[in-house]
Structures are given as structure tokens and as C-alpha cells.
């Protein structure tokens, strides 16, 4: 997606917190997705964001303002399984448009 | 098990050469989406179908088509294959509305052309 920008490379310890960002550009705004993907694996479905704020999930946290065109998502309480890419998406009526996912690596 | 039936898992095939990818949706959900994804380029957008009719196209190539049938599974066929067509192949399903709430993935099948 060349109108969202994510990081392409994050690294964090076990335990720790994170926050990857993503900002995007789109006009007929319906909503804002995070999706989490393990190597040669399927997207699954983390978060959506329709309305401006936080939406908590466990140790997942997404935050969205559509007057800035941002949103982050905030992972908690690290675990070696979350080394994974997180995908941010915004959808317009039907789709979706991805960004190119932000690598995590969790080190012990 | 997501719901998404993709087939097949794996695929090698020759340069030049026609593959057919095939997608079954999670019970009840009507639209189809197909998404190329390579290392460098993330899940690019190919085609959406809703309930047998094409309903958006993105980069899709024209050796490239796809289509979705009564019974709501689709394919999506490959022709004349180059090297840089080697990526993995997502179909994803929504629905039962036409206004997407997020995507269920499939498995996806790696395409190798070699």
C-alpha cells in the first residue's frame, strides 16, 4: 500500500512494551485494521479501529485518529510468539489496503 | 482452521506455463478477495468478487483472471507465468454484507516458477 507507512523493522525484549505506528492517506474512510502474520502464514485479524481513541484487547491495545491520519498499535507484556509482521490496513467500502507489515523481533 | 479452503498448498510449475488457484469462503460469507503477496512488496490486491460478480480490481495483471461461481468458490488463473510471478497467493472472504468489517485469510498457496 504506497499510501500507508509502518516501520519496517522493530526490535524489543521479552516482556517488554511496544508500539509500532502506521499513517496513512485515503479518502472514503472506513475503518482502520491490524492484522498480525507469522512467516509463509496466514494474516489474522488483531484489531479494528472505526471511531477515534483506544480499543483494548488484552495485552493488544489500537489507537486511532482519523484527523491525523495515524494509528498505532501497542503490544504488552512481550512474548517470543509475538515475533510476527503486523500488518496495518484501512478499508474503503469492500477492501482493504495493506501496508508493507512492520517486522517485529522479541529477543529473550 | 480459519474456514478460508485454499488449494493447493504448494505449487511448482515452468515459466510459460497456466495454474489455477482455487478458494472456498468461510460459510456464509459472500465476497472473495484475491491478494498477491512477495517478499519485497507486501499483500498487494488483485480482485474482489461479491456473490458471482466482479466488484473491484487492483493490480491486476491481464495474464491474470479470476471469477467466483454459484456455489461462491472462486478461481483465480495464472497464465503464461514469469519468474516474478513466484510469491504466495491469499484468498480472503468477507460477508455476509458488501461492506468489508475485516478479512478471513486462507492459507494461501506458494506459487514457485522456476
Known amino acids: 500500500g504506497q499510501n500507508i507507512d509502518q516501520p519496517t523493522e522493530m526490535t524489543a525484549t521479552e516482556g517488554a512494551i511496544v508500539q509500532i505506528n502506521c499513517t496513512y492517506q485515503t479518502s472514503g474512510f472506513n475503518g482502520l485494521f491490524w492484522y498480525q502474520q507469522h512467516a509463509g502464514e496466514a494474516p489474522t485479524f488483531l484489531s479494528y479501529n472505526v471511531l477515534d481513541g483506544l480499543e483494548e484487547k488484552g495485552r493488544f491495545s489500537s489507537f486511532l485518529s482519523r484527523s491525523k491520519g495515524y494509528s498505532y498499535l501497542l503490544l504488552k507484556e512481550l512474548q517470543m510468539k509475538d515475533s510476527a509482521s503486523y500488518l496495518c490496513a484501512h478499508s474503503g467500502y469492500s477492501t482493504l489496503t495493506f501496508g508493507k507489515g512492520t517486522m517485529l523481533l522479541v529477543s529473550p | 482452521d480459519s474456514g478460508v479452503t485454499q488449494t493447493p498448498k504448494h505449487l511448482i510449475t515452468a515459466t510459460g506455463q497456466r495454474v489455477t488457484l482455487r478458494c472456498s469462503p468461510r460459510?456464509?460469507?459472500?465476497?472473495v478477495y484475491w491478494y498477491q503477496q512477495s517478499l519485497d512488496q507486501g499483500l498487494q490486491f488483485l480482485i474482489q468478487y461479491y456473490n458471482g460478480e466482479e466488484r473491484a480490481k487492483g493490480n491486476i495483471l491481464e495474464r491474470f483472471s479470476a471469477q467466483q461461481f454459484p456455489d461462491l468458490h472462486s478461481e483465480l488463473n495464472l497464465s503464461s507465468l514469469e519468474l516474478g510471478d513466484s510469491a504466495l497467493y491469499f484468498c480472503a472472504s468477507s460477508g455476509p454484507g458488501e461492506k468489508v468489517y475485516g478479512y478471513t485469510f486462507g492459507s494461501g498457496t506458494r506459487l514457485t516458477v522456476v
Open positions: 460459510s456464509g460469507d459472500l465476497s
